[in-house]
């Protein structure tokens, strides 16, 4: 029998070879699934299939693992490397497992019994041909995994390319013999438990199944809430009930996605060449987070940030290549437009406007649409800021969506909703000379197919993009951490709790994306170019720069989940080099060699840079302390950061809280101090001279940031009735005269929305009291420490135009009260 089967592998080789591709997920199980390679493997497969087993052991081989065709020898005993759970495509299927499965389990339980040192890894594993969940009005699932010999072969054709192999967390059979021990019960119990991983791993790869349009609508509009909406749209605008509902029925097909299983896969194939052509790679990490949640059940909600259009395209496509249901698309309705609304809507796009303002029945319908995706279990991805990042930077978070997730979850959701906040990034942005037009104050495009034809004749070497999950938030269990009270108030649509969560979960995701933040060689380089004045360095200070800045997020770790760049700095620093249209420049003098950036560049780079501002914020600021002081009491430094930290806590949505912000600064004083930038004795910090150039680069992260942040400050201090309307327009005016003069070319610095936010922190922090007066003595500390950290020139240039700002206010009041005395 042994000799016909090893023939029946051989033949079957072949065609297998041609028709199916290796995609194993993770792709790195060794490292991903932690798996010790020098204890034995014994792998589970759900049924009996030869052609499943050959396809198996392939991915085994091209991935490092040990083949499953070789039996492992334990105390000089053979037993097999491989079981199948059930017998697979047959008419007299057993409901359990198979015996021999079971007898085959029984036997490595025994051996770990005699060998107290022995480990086996018991890890389950399946192919999954193809991926379609079936429509909910056929009858029956579509033949997913029993397939019969004439179907393998349609099978292999058809979907060898879409063909993946999913390895699963291994059990260790020493920790299951140790606490419930080595008889034929536990066998028993370790199949029946694969049973279930195989069905939850079925139904989180595959997701439920597509709904039809039309039957959804009909539901929806059968609801109680949707129909009091009717009703009131009715009477409001005093048009009929029939005309009424037909509106409600047009704002549906607005909104709703229209999923397409060979959409999909025909989508995969473009996306595939489009990676190749843009880009040298996607680095994915931590995907094993949502692999977990969706194993369990939960419902998952991505929260990517936004970078660019593309980032919706990538992060569909890494989850179908993780083994995961690709989610359903918040997308503006921008993008509904001919081609491409279309194609999207198929890939799972819904559509949503911009605002809802004044529109009871819209935002009644949109609501009751996304709580039914989150009702039939789809996963869910929207975009917390709106719209992409024009400066790079996180952007305030909007609530209306986390608002209607958290009521999601008060209507009765049974499933446990996690949200993954999902951290993506590029070294190159296709749309990023785009960004830098419209911060010179170019209206906005309206996308269109012409705009997306001149975007793909763009396509070229752009580097490597990045997507990162976050530490996912159980919206369950974070509710019932910090309001406590929530299962009780589930009937209520706005219980006292609401707003208040709503805003920390928020906050929460935006904290959580920017700790999953990816460093790169471009980010990397552009941080260190814009330090120095002259957008210039010498090649030596450069890789010097980039050293210390690698050594720094080593060293003292932002959080667990960034990555950090493993090439070494003249790696990272050619390959920057090597890209296109990111203007960065090498010369030779006679003195050596000098990277420069380019002047128009100066604004796109600024992009990359505030990527990652976040990570080097707190290290510019003890730099820019001590530089400044030149020697000063490390207690005193710590003071200094206690007072400024909240303000960039809330504008850079930074992690530490007050009890680790100390223990913090302490770590990054150690690590200035090993890399000599400082001298750190006894307590005192001062300046190591032959460093001096290097800790001036650091200390630049902070340099626009206090300037921002004086002028604000200046403007109250000298006027501390000045309104906040006027205070957030002064403060614009101000600092767009300052980056003329002193050619300051950060999109963010004279943004509106920043000093607004700076202007909430001081009220925030106590810098204004109940009635909104100005604390003139806590103000006027915090402005002595920006003044010490801030240039002569730079201070003098602020006070000038402070003044007059001042003077502006006077004659505009002056001309107003003119204008009533003639009225």
């Known amino acids: 029998m042994s000799i016909l089967i090893n023939l029946y592998r051989k033949i079957l080789t072949i065609p297998l070879s041609f028709l199916v591709k290796n995609n194993s997920i993770p792709h790195h199980p060794i490292e991903e699934l932690a798996l010790d390679i020098k204890q034995p493997f014994v792998y589970v497969l759900p049924y009996t299939s030869q052609t499943d087993l050959l396809i198996f052991q392939r991915n085994c081989l091209h991935v490092g693992l040990p083949d499953p065709l070789q039996a492992n020898q334990i105390n000089g005993e053979s037993v097999p490397r491989y079981v199948f759970l059930d017998e697979g495509h047959s008419f007299f299927k057993s409901k359990g497992a198979k015996k021999e499965t079971e007898k085959i ?27 379609s969940p079936g429509q909910e009005d056929k009858n029956g699932l579509p033949k997913l995994r029993l397939l019969n010999s004439v179907q393998k072969i349609f099978a292999a054709i058809w979907f060898g390319r879409d063909t993946f192999v999913r390895f699963s967390q291994a059990v260790s059979l020493r ?42 609508f009909k539901k929806l509009l059968q609801s109680a809430t949707i129909l009091q909406a009717i009703d009131d749209e009715a009477k409001v605008k005093n048009i009929s009930h029939e005309k009424a509902t037909q509106e409600a029925q047009k704002i549906l097909d607005e909104i709703a996605a229209n999923v397409s299983y060979e959409s999909l896969r025909v989508a995969d194939r473009f996306l ?41 395209l990538l992060l569909s496509y890494v989850l179908y290549h993780q083994g995961l249901v690709t989610p359903h698309i918040a997308a503006g309705i921008n993008l509904n437009f001919w081609p491409v609304g279309g194609l999207f809507r198929r890939g799972g796009a819904f559509f949503i406007r911009r605002t809802f303002k004044g529109n009871r029945l819209y935002s009644t319908l949109f609501r009751e649409y996304l709580a039914e995706l989150f009702h039939r279990g789809y996963a869910v991805e929207f975009f917390i800021e709106g719209g992409r990042s024009r400066t790079g930077r996180l952007l305030a978070p909007k609530t209306g969506m986390v608002s209607m997730t958290l009521q999601a979850l008060q209507q009765g959701q049974t499933r446990p909703i996690s949200l993954v906040p999902v951290y993506v990034g590029y070294e190159h942005v296709l749309e990023v000379d785009t960004y830098a037009k419209e911060l010179r104050g170019a209206a906005k495009e309206k996308e269109n197919a012409g705009l997306v034809l001149r975007v793909i004749k763009k396509l070229r070497n752009l580097g490597k993009g ?117 203007g960065v420049l090498s010369e030779k003098d006679n003195f050596g060699e000098i990277i420069r950036l380019e002047r128009n560049s100066a604004v796109l780079m600024t992009y990359y840079r505030n990527n990652i501002q976040h990570l080097f914020v707190l290290p510019s600021l003890v730099a820019s302390i001590v530089l400044h002081y030149e020697t000063t009491q490390k207690d005193l430094v710590i003071d200094a950061v206690n007072k400024i930290y909240p303000f960039l806590r809330a504008e850079l949505f930074l992690h530490f809280n007050d009890d680790e912000l100390q223990p913090r600064i302490a770590s990054i004083i150690a690590e200035l101090a090993r890399q000599q930038l400082i001298k750190y004795n006894d307590g005192l910090l001062s300046i190591h001279r032959p460093k001096v150039r290097s800790l001036q ?79 003139l003595t806590k ?31 006077a004659e505009e009041t002056e001309q107003e009260d003119k204008t009533e005395d003639n009225i």
């Open 175 to 216: 920790y299951m013999v140790n606490e419930h021990g080595a008889d034929e019960k536990i066998a028993q119990k370790l199949a029946r438990v694969a049973k279930i991983h195989f069905a939850k791993q079925r139904i989180s790869a595959a997701g439920p199944r597509l709904p039809n349009r039309q039957a959804m």
């Open 779 to 809: 103000l006027q500390q915090l402005s002595n420490i920006f003044t010490r950290l801030i240039s002569a020139e730079i201070n003098l240039t602020i006070q000038s135009a402070v003044e007059k700002s001042e003077e502006s206010l």
């Open 105 to 131: 389990f029984y036997k490595y339980l025994e051996l770990h019994r005699a060998s107290p040192d022995l480990n086996v890894q018991l890890v389950p594993g399946s192919v999954l041909w193809g991926r």
């Open 466 to 582: 990045y997507v990162n999950f976050g530490e996912p938030i159980s919206l369950n269990n974070y509710l019932t951490q910090h309001y406590p009270a929530w299962k009780q108030t589930l009937q209520e649509e706005r219980p006292s709790w609401f707003n208040q969560a709503v805003d920390q979960v928020a906050n929460q995701v935006m904290v959580n994306i920017n700790n999953a933040a990816a460093v790169n060689a471009m980010n990397l380089t552009g941080t260190a170019l814009l330090s120095s004045r002259q957008r210039a360095l010498s090649r030596e200070q450069l890789l010097e720069q980039l050293e210390s800045y690698q050594q720094l997020l080593q060293n003292t770790p932002y959080s667990q989940d960034v990555i950090i760049p493993t090439d070494t700095p003249e790696e990272m620093l050619n390959h920057v080099l090597s890209l296109d249209r990111v």
């Open 697 to 775: 680069l650091w200390s630049a992260g902070m340099r626009e940031i206090l300037q921002r942040y004086q002028i604000a400050v200046s403007l109250l201090c000298n006027d501390p009735t000045m309104s906040r309307a006027s205070l957030e327009k002064e403060s614009q005016s101000v600092a767009q005269r300052l980056s003329v003069l002193h050619g300051i070319n950060a999109p963010e610095f004279f943004d509106k929305a920043v000093f607004s936010g700076f202007i909430n922190s001081l009220k925030n922090n106590g810098y204004f009291d109940d009635n909104g007066n100005v604390n």
């Open 272 to 312: 595939r060449w489009l990676w190749n052509k843009l880009y040298q790679g996607i680095d994915v990490q931590n995907a094993d987070r949502v692999r977990r949640l969706a194993l369990e059940g939960h419902e998952i909600v991505y929260i990517p940030c936004h970078r660019s259009h593309i980032d919706y």
